[in-house]
Nanobody
């Protein structure tokens, strides 16, 4: 069994910062990639940022230059630093881990989501 847990959401004003954290645990052989996705009301879930085990990163155009994703392979954690937040960043943020389990099967695991609200 694999668990993915997020933390760090909240309510902030435009221009402020938040840091989201994600931790994976359980029967993990390795983690290929970790990513953050978000879903706003009435919209589809979208990729925000993603990082591979080698450190390659990918960002949505809407967050480039404002958000930074990082990970600690040894601790099986990923962090999303969000600066200069805008009201349009308001959404539920989900962490995804593409895990190769102890039985060597490759599967995607999702956290329960954390709410980020940006409002004055």
């Amino acid at each position: 069994q694999v668990q993915v847990v997020e933390s760090g959401g909240g309510l902030v004003q435009p221009g402020e910062s938040l840091r989201l954290s994600c931790a994976a645990s359980g029967s993990i052989f390795s983690i290929n990639a970790m990513g953050w996705y978000r879903q706003a009301p009435g919209k589809e879930r979208e990729l925000v940022a993603r990082i591979t085990s080698s450190g390659s990163t990918e960002y949505a155009d809407s967050v480039k230059g404002r958000f930074t994703i990082s990970r600690d392979n040894a601790k099986k954690t990923a962090t999303l630093q969000m600066n200069s937040l805008k009201p349009e960043d308001t959404a539920v943020y989900y962490c995804n881990a593409r895990v190769r389990r102890a039985d060597l099967l490759l599967s995607d695991y999702w956290g329960q989501g954390t709410q980020v609200s940006v409002s004055s």
